[in-house]
């Protein structure tokens, strides 16, 4: 198995551009989700989804928008990127049971994109 | 407001050394874990407690639930180069379909040879 594979790794945008950042993983998990780690601010959750069709908004969701059609890929996407918008955005996923997040679940997590905006 | 406090922020030790890192919050959680997280990487899961009281043993890593479940901590004995990265502890509290797992903010471990 692959895990949880991000692309880009790195990424530039000028501020109003728009982007995907890409998530998939292979372990069948119903459940994956989007965070941004920004210096001292911890990891902090932007949107998940608990199968395919079923997303929701987490602590920091404005700016961003998420679809799940397949259970395999949940793709963030950045409508009009801000310079505060800069950060390292992770992918994570975890099996979940019957359209529910097991709290107890491993959460697998991605390598990372790296994003500016400049 | 953070949710949960994690300390020390930074730590600096030489190989060898003991260590202990805390995670604490007023809130109960219904389970925690802790992460590791390495420079251009992930975390990875490495422990998950869940009951109050409850002692893990990973290696030369033990954790510990606190009694009410509202605080952990992780000791490190005979700290290794190998040993430095990020600890996050990440808490979860019962909402149903609700997500609620919510990270600290991280403790920077450099253990030097």
């Known amino acids: 198995n692959a895990g949880v594979t991000q692309t880009p790794k790195f990424q530039v945008l000028k501020t109003g551009q728009s982007m995907t950042l890409q998530c998939a993983q292979d372990?069948?998990?119903?459940?994956m989700s989007w965070y941004r780690q920004d210096p001292g601010m911890g990891l902090r959750l932007i949107h998940y989804s608990v199968g395919a069709g079923i997303t929701d908004q987490g602590e920091v969701p404005n700016g961003y928008n998420v679809s799940r059609s397949t259970t395999e890929d949940f793709p963030l996407r950045l409508l009009s990127a801000a310079p505060s918008q800069t950060s390292v955005y992770f992918c994570a996923s975890s099996l979940g049971l019957a359209g529910r997040w097991v709290s107890t679940d491993t959460q697998y997590f991605g390598p990372g994109t790296r994003l500016t905006v400049l | 407001t953070q949710l949960l406090e994690q300390s020390p922020q930074f730590l600096s030790i030489q190989e060898g050394e003991n260590l202990t890192v805390y995670c604490n919050s007023s809130s109960v959680f219904s389970s925690l874990q802790w992460y590791r997280q390495e420079p251009g990487e992930g975390p990875v899961l490495l422990v998950t407690?869940?009951?109050?009281?409850e002692v893990k043993k990973l290696k030369r890593l033990t954790f510990q639930f606190g009694d009410a479940r509202k605080d952990s901590s992780l000791h490190i004995t005979a700290a290794q180069p190998g040993d430095t990265g990020l600890y996050l502890c990440a808490g979860a509290q019962s909402g149903g379909s609700n997500y609620k797992l919510t990270f600290g903010k991280g403790t920077l471990l450099t253990v030097n040879p």
């Open positions: 407690v869940v009951t109050g009281g």
């Open positions: 372990m069948n998990h119903e459940y």
